[in-house]
Structure formats: structure tokens, C-alpha cells
């Protein structure tokens, strides 16, 4: 069983920065791609962004696209999510997923779920 280890959440105002960081316990095929999500309340959860391990193809939400930023760190076996120019409806719980494959979009082609971690942003 693969567990997801997410850090970083936190209380911050607009404009602000934050940098979340997932970290599989272990990588396998299975893991091969890292997506975050968010989900806020009495909304779906959506999709923010998507890496590969090996390549390091990413996939950027509109909604994010300019402020937010996905990397990953091999030696270090993690994923961060850098969020840039926060704003209020950034508030929300962020989860990191893991699946085979390419990235995608879709919650519900990833296998793996992190505890998710809570950003809220003040306005």
C-alpha cells in the first residue's frame, strides 16, 4: 500500500505564498504520476495541477495557471505545489493523488489519496 505524506497548508493572506510538498512512501509504477487537488466547501473537488516523475510533464489548471507552479524533487522523492499571489477562493482543502499513466484531470482515475491539507486564505 502507498501512503501520501502532504505538508505546507496554512493560514495566509491574499498575495501571500505557500508551498506544499507530497512525498509518496514509496515509487512505483503505480505512482508514476503526482496531481494535486483541491476541494472547498459544498464544492466538487477539482483538479490544480499534475506532474510525471520521469520527464517531468505537467499539467496546470486555468484557474491557477500563472500563480501556481508544480515540481518534483527526485533525490528527494517529493512534489511540491509552489502557490504564488494567493487568493481568497484558493481556500481550501488540497489533497495529493497518485496514479499510473499520464496526468489527468479527473479525480477518480487516481489511486492513491494523501490525508489532504488545509490553506485558507484571508482577504
Known sequence: QVQ?????GGLVQAGDSLRLSCAPSRRTFSTSTVGWFRQAPG???????????SGGGTNIADSVKGRFTISRDNAKNTVYLQMNSLKHEDTAVYYCAARPGIVS??????EYW????????SS
Not at 484531470?105 to 487516481?110: K, N, S, V
Open 4 to 8: 501520501l505524506v502532504e505538508s505546507g
Open 43 to 53: 464544492q466538487e473537488r477539482e483538479f490544480v495541477a499534475g506532474i510525471k516523475w
Open 105 to 110: 484531470t479527473r479525480q477518480y482515475d487516481y
Open 114 to 121: 494523501g490525508q489532504g491539507t488545509q490553506v485558507t486564505v
